[in-house]
């Protein structure tokens, strides 16, 4: 490769420009085109997944066998990553104590962060999750822990999706200005709920509503899948609906015709006068009088009948009833059916891992794979929750407190999944054995952490004092790992050798 030299710009015969800056409009001009009439956003074709409907059928979708545990599977696996504290690159001296600031804001509240994570990942359910911005004083006689007289943030609460009336915009239609929210306040007015609810129109003191206006600056929106800078996102239910209505409808289906098949089809033989369109009024009630009875016994209402005993002139009885059985074969599998829709479902929630081996196929690498996507999804919600905590809370925060806001510690999340103690072993042994793991106090700590061992080395340790504190180790498979490095194959050690080293995971 030649050495690379300092060549000169050589401009030939250009000449140079005026400087003259063209006109230029520098604010905003165009929209983003996001359809709102009345404070609704009408963006979904589908009256069931516009809002505030769609609030109702995302409701009805959760409590689905296929749909609750997927969206539960998310929630949980959100909620339970660690989030820290940490502090750009470089400023780590100047932003220390900031730092221990930011940190004791999270374990200042009136309620634990795992509970705000919660209820802010309701987002993943709903495509968006509203919560409001709680400050406060740090006075310990205002339930803080501290008493410098900082802001704190007292509460992130959530204000539930579907309270919201509509929602607000300034700017054109181009910024967001906030949202009402429109609640049902308890009273204390003694009203019976079940009276309220039979006749709520005699009971005019038992509902109390209330609607309030929340600006922008006062909450944090989460969304997913912002299309057009929607304030609703885009829930990962909607691409599971269509699979959800054909699932629930042959649910239905399959419901009633095993009804049908172990009750069988009932018949009832009557004489043609009484269901004659000029039949006397006597014999159209006794008519109605037996559709009942029928309508009865099949919803079990009814353990049988009474028919009167009347033969014609030929001496057949002129009532008569059967029970006619349909366990005829069908040209198609129901179960088979809804089997299909509830892997569309699954799917289309990065969840389809999760029906693994239910049929008896899947392997572990293929389980691997599906966790791996389930993970970037995850990463993605979490940075949504990251941005918003980081560019929205702390920032205000900041403001509040009046400090610079220029370069500010922030929060971030820990793994996402936890590796076991199989894979950590094999991960230290590998490396230590390549000497390639320094034998530190901080790193014999992080060992010792990932397997909750209650013991703490001093971090002050010399080399030779932590080498007296740990035990040798006493068979070769490290020896057998690095005699291995040329051709990538260990071998045995000592005399008789070492049977650890039969193992293909330590060769």
Known sequence: ???EEDVSLDVGNLQAG????????????GFAGLNILGGRVFEECNHEL????????????????????????????????????????????MLKDKANYLRQVKDDMDHSWD??????????????????????YREKAKGSKYNDGLVRVKKLALRPQDTIEDWVYKNKGRDLAGFNQCVVLPTNSGIDGKDFVNNPTTVDSGWNTATKFLKRAKFMLFRQGALKDSPEGTSPLNGAWQAWKYKQAYQESEAIAVAQDSNGFKVLYLPPQYMAADASEEDKAVFEEYKKI???????????????????????????????????????????????????ILTALFADFLALGSNGSGSFSLAE?????????????????????????????????????????????????????????????RVAAVSMLPKAPEVVNWIMKQADIPYHVDESLSPEELSDQLTPMTTGAAQGMTSGLPSGTGDNTGSSGDSSTSNNENV
């Open 1 to 3: 490769m030649a050495d």
């Open 18 to 29: 005026t400087n003259i800056i063209p006109p230029l409009a520098l604010g905003e001009q």
């Open 50 to 93: 516009r809002w505030p409907e769609s609030m109702k059928t995302y409701k009805r979708m959760a409590k689905d066998g296929a749909i609750a545990p997927a969206l539960d599977l998310v929630e949980m696996m959100i909620s339970r990553v660690p989030w820290t504290v940490k502090v750009p690159e470089g400023y780590e001296e």
């Open 115 to 136: 509970s705000a994570i919660k209820q802010i990942v309701s987002f993943n359910r709903y495509g968006f999750a509203c919560v409001e911005k709680v400050y406060g």
């Open 294 to 344: 029928l309508a009865n016994m099949h919803q079990a209402k009814q353990s049988g009948m009474i028919l009167p005993l009347i033969l014609d002139e030929s001496g057949n009885k002129m009532f008569e009833f059967d029970i006619k059985s349909i366990t005829g074969q069908k040209s198609y599998d129901t179960n088979a059916i809804i089997g299909r829709y509830t892997s569309e």
């Open 369 to 429: 794979t599906k966790v791996s996507i389930i993970e970037m999804t995850l990463e993605s919600k979490l940075n949504e929750i990251k941005d918003q905590l980081n560019n929205d809370l702390v920032r205000q925060l900041w403001e509040l407190n009046g400090w610079d806001a220029d370069v500010m510690p922030y929060f971030d999340y820990g793994n996402i999944s936890r590796e076991s103690l199989d894979e950590i072993g094999k991960f230290v042994q």
